[in-house]
């Protein structure tokens, strides 16, 4: 597509129900980033992919999150047992390069979580 | 973690007035960039300035960096409406990844 494409973009769940954030990127990026946005903050870091691999998971705040790339290209972002302290918009990001050297970010418009 | 920090948190302007904001930073760097998000939307690229580089021009955009400060700024002349928004500075630190800072939200009054 011409553009990162994030879905869905609303979601609102219950407390303890797990959810799938999607994020497919511009194609040919190898490069994709999760961040997590909270109300009126900024960005916090969740994990970053090469390809399928992710050199970098370190943001991910607690094992109740996961993500995976296949294909070199979708990405999703998984949530077990939601807590009401999830609750924030997901962005995803995709680049043409990556690894030691972070060029322009290219983002989606986000998913927002509601976590009731 | 939060490596970029703007100044100011808030920013409002008349329509035609500059708005200048800054970013501050804790480590060595590759690059800073800045972004803009709307309301409700994603980021959006604006500048990207090189750690070799000291000032870049875009537009009505105008960054310098000082590394020796470890500092940058973001200066949009004859600001207009359309330039009401959340600006984001962010650091390329060998780490991988870019890490935003907290924003300005800047507000351009008509």
């Known amino acids: 597509g011409a553009g990162v494409s994030q879905s869905p973009s609303n979601k609102v769940t219950e407390k303890g129900k797990d959810v799938e954030l999607r994020c497919d990127p511009i194609?040919?990026?190898?490069?994709l980033y999760w961040y997590r946005q909270s109300l009126g903050q900024g960005l916090e870091f969740l994990i970053y992919?090469?390809?399928?691999?992710?050199?970098?998971k370190s943001g991910l705040p607690s094992d109740r999150f996961s993500a995976e790339r296949t294909g070199g290209s979708v990405s999703t972002l998984t949530i077990q047992r939601t807590q009401q302290e999830d609750s924030a918009v997901y962005l995803c990001?995709?680049?043409?390069?990556?690894?030691?050297?972070?060029?322009?970010?290219?983002f989606g418009e986000g998913s927002r979580l509601t976590v009731l | 973690s939060q490596q970029g920090e703007e100044d100011p948190q808030a920013l409002s302007i008349q329509e035609g007035e500059n708005a200048t904001m800054n970013c501050s930073y804790k480590?060595?760097?590759?690059?800073l960039q800045w972004y803009r998000q709307n309301s409700g939307r994603g980021l959006v690229h604006l500048i990207l300035?090189?750690?070799?580089?000291r000032e870049k021009h875009s537009g009505r955009l105008r960054v310098t960096l000082d590394t020796s400060k470890k500092s940058s700024s973001l200066l949009i002349t004859a600001s207009r409406a359309a330039d009401t928004a959340s600006y984001f500075c962010?650091?390329?630190?060998?780490?991988?990844?870019?890490?935003f800072g907290a924003g300005t939200t800047v507000t351009v009054r008509a």
């Open positions: 992919f090469q390809g399928n691999s992710a050199p970098d």
């Open positions: 990001a995709s680049s043409s390069s990556g690894g030691y050297y972070t060029g322009e970010l290219f």
């Open positions: 194609s040919g990026h190898t490069a």
């Open positions: 300035i090189r750690s070799n580089e």
């Open positions: 480590t060595s760097i590759n690059n």
């Open positions: 962010a650091t390329d630190g060998n780490d991988y990844k870019l890490s």
